[in-house]
């Protein structure tokens, strides 16, 4: 498993690995949410070849894509939200919230790596 940096859709703002941000204007229109921008990676165990399946996910990420709520396991409720920011890594409530969506993530993706296709 690896990490990644992606760019946030509509916005300028670059999300790197897993973790929180916190976007909006004042506090009313405050907007937290978490991100996971991780890959999977699989080898061959006798010859290490790396084993792809890109279309693996296609129809999970196209129905995350097509979703007209937000996903709870991004959305965030802002009091959650650490203040000051670096102090998210000793966070209780964010750490579990994180390896939920990183787990179904996974649960997204492995079913294709692990099929005999």
Not at 83 to 97: C, I, Q, S, V
Not at 101 to 112: H, K, M, N
Request: glycine letters at 10%; aromatic letters at 6%.
């Amino acid at each position: 498993m690896t990490r990644f940096k992606g760019q946030h859709p509509g916005t300028n703002l670059m999300l790197d690995g897993v973790g929180a941000y916190n976007r909006g204007l004042g506090s009313v229109l405050r907007h937290s949410h978490l991100f996971a921008n991780v890959s999977l990676s699989m080898l061959d165990g006798s010859t290490y070849e790396q084993i792809n399946r890109p279309l693996g996910n296609l129809g999970a990420r196209l129905a995350r894509g097509l979703q007209l709520t937000e996903d709870p396991l991004t959305k965030l409720d802002n009091s959650l939200f650490p203040e000051p920011a670096a102090t998210a890594a000793g966070n209780a409530a964010l750490r579990e919230r994180t390896r939920a969506l990183i787990a179904a993530r996974l649960d997204e993706v492995l079913p294709s790596y692990l099929s005999n296709d």
